[in-house]
């Protein structure tokens, strides 16, 4: 029986390697062979036990490019070779959501790398039909399309418009790829951070205005940007909750706010502001086929790019030993990427 190495999460704060057998693919499954994989904030919150919707023990990793290395018996429209990137939510396509075309929030979602064991390991087999065919694209970029696709979920569900104001608060990996996707739609973009270093990274990487909200001035230099007004539409990616608290107050009269980032808790906002703006608040959970092909399309014609926000990259036999240094403790790290 041929062997390969994974990477455990057996509790919070509790990484380590063990040796499992390879898997061999079920019927309508893809074995896949990892060779990039991105670290996402879900990584993070579940090393340290404040991830929602997570049990342990847990191998990580949900954002992946693999080579397909074997495919069951029902597969036919892929062959071994292929570079792939993962859909990583297996949906039940039964409950009313599903039903409803919206896979990406199914009642009885499994998501791979969070519900059931993921890609940190050498071998991953997945449904053939969550596989997406990128052969074209670097692997480093191809692990960023999954990152990129929640942020592309979020824009759509903003249905914004050419021109319209959007403010991005929090300038990590969505929040940057949000501010990029939604620049590609032709909205007129603005990003908050308190942190210094990401504000440099938005100048450097995008190109786009920055402010920090922790500033006196925060809400006039808004208006500045808003022609004069609040946004239009807000879109937080930062899951702090001071700042999605504080978003109806950002939003002019008939604003909108979706939120992708989450923390466990629970929301606080002023009723009153809340109703006399006529908010539109809304959540956005993952993303749907529809979004990886926006992703795969921006990517192929270079609206967006992985280091927009990718700034450093690790290797999975040292991963143990680096996590909590290089991953946890970096203020450094805005997206990084294994390599197997």
């Known amino acids: 029986m041929n062997m390969m190495n994974s990477l455990i999460c057996l509790e919070p704060r509790n990484m380590v390697y063990q040796s499992r057998p390879q898997p061999t693919p079920a019927a309508g499954e893809a074995v896949i062979k ?11 919150h579940a090393w340290a036990g404040n991830q929602p919707f997570f049990s342990y023990p847990r191998v990580l990793g949900h954002e992946l490019c693999g080579e397909i290395v074997a495919l069951g018996s029902e597969v036919r429209s892929l062959h071994a070779g292929q570079r792939t990137v993962l859909i990583p939510y297996v949906s039940c396509l039964q409950c009313a959501a599903c039903r409803s075309g919206k896979s990406n929030c199914c009642e009885n979602i499994s998501v791979i790398g969070v519900h059931q064991d993921g890609g940190f390991c050498e071998y991953l087999s997945v449904p053939a039909s969550n596989l997406l065919v990128v052969d074209d694209l670097a692997p480093e970029a191809a692990a960023l399309i999954e990152p990129f696709a929640i942020s592309a979920h979020a824009v759509r569900r903003a249905a914004l418009q050419p021109d319209e104001h959007l403010l991005v608060v929090g300038a990590g990996p969505i929040g940057l790829g ?35 909200p922790a500033d006196s001035n925060f809400l006039p230099a808004l208006r500045q940007h808003c022609s004069g007004m609040l946004a239009a539409k807000v879109i937080d990616a930062s899951g702090n909750p001071q700042a999605m608290n504080s978003t109806v107050s950002l939003i002019r009269h008939g604003g909108t706010i979706v939120f992708v980032g989450l923390f466990k808790g629970d929301l606080q906002f002023s009723d009153a502001e809340f109703h006399k703006k006529e908010t539109t608040m809304m959540g956005s959970r993952n993303a749907t086929a529809e979004d990886f092909a926006t992703v795969r399309q921006l990517m192929a014609s270079g609206k967006i790019a992985a280091d927009m926000m990718l700034n450093q990259h690790f290797a999975f036999a040292r991963l143990a030993d680096e996590f909590e240094a290089q991953v946890i403790n970096n203020r450094q790290l805005i997206k990084g990427v294994i390599h197997f």
């Open 178 to 212: 949000v501010a990029a996707i939604a620049r590609a739609a032709g909205a007129s973009v603005i990003v908050a951070d308190t942190s210094e270093f990401r504000r440099q990274h938005v100048v450097a990487a995008l190109g786009l205005p920055v402010l920090n």
């Open 34 to 44: 990892i060779i990039a994989a991105g670290i996402c904030g879900t990584d993070i």
